[in-house]
């Protein structure tokens, strides 16, 4: 099966249809959700002004937590609110996401772990995505930290979709190189990832590739302060596709070790995949050999040296190394241990143990 229920405005400008996406919502009266960083940009103010009567709140963290966000659910279910409106990262947008299905649920959102663990649709959700990798817009699924068990819980549901996503690559305009590169390199795993797992189907594969291509051919070139517009237009593009590919297959062993590191140790996602993928990608490559060749063919890479041509795509970026990361060994089997129990592990076609992420973690 594949579906994307969200209804997608991609392209430059589209933020100006706001009010009538809110108005074919019915939403008179919105919680706005965000995080510091964006609300200071100096577009931010006028996204806001489009959204009509609403409470705002910028109190989203990097790597949501679930106390923040079981607060923003209460107040969301008292606020007499017809919508939920999510303008940031995968951070925001995966939180707003958790507050729009506990507007309509009682309860915390770690009760509702799993795969459609509640019972009533979300209250509407507008997703306006203001980085180049998270697809939350076009996804089931929220990653909500949890510090006190040192690890993220995927709350995910038939009821999750977003209503709307609006994808203007004109609020990229401001967002730091590193944040283009990192985030554009979860897009990049999202695809990748998307293709080698066990869910993998035709649709999901043509999405992926597509935006494996684009972000290969653009991804640099978005980072670049003086590069086309274009290319932060085609990075947008593609992270969209890579959501609505990983959404419909799934992600796998990259997504689970990054996620245990960054429930443990609160560092950025995209930042995580990006170090993470190539190491991975060869541990497994004795079992995702056939769709890795489709991968190369479909990129016009040369198979034999895949993992360099890989590996030469990630460091061409502007990111930090893993060793800046200062992961300590000690929480080492704690990671593998947590990677082994991520919900997306399943879907790997090398069937992964915490034995086999340690190895990975003790060669990085
Ligand atoms: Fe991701």
Redesign the pocket.
Known sequence: MFRVPTRVLIGPGCRFQIPEILSSMGAKRCLLLTDGGVRSTPWFSGVQSLCGPHDLDDSIAQNPKHRNVDRLGAQARTGRYDAVIGIGG?SVLDAAKAVAMLATNEGSIASFEGKNQFSNASLPFLAIPTTC??GSEVTWVSVISVPEQSRKISVKGDGMFPAFAIVDAELIRTLPSSLIASTGM?AF??AIEAVVGKPANPVSDALALEAMSLLLHHLALACDPEGPAESKEQVMLASTMAGMAFGNAD?GAV?CLSESIGGLLDLP??LL?TLLLTPVLRYQQSHIAEPLLRIAQSLEIPFDSFFDHLQAFVESLPLPSWSSLNVSPSSFDLLASNSESNGSNASNRMDMRAEDYLTILRGL
Do not use: I, K, L, R
């Open positions: 995968g990798g998270t979860d795993t999202h992600v997504h996602h995209g995949n």
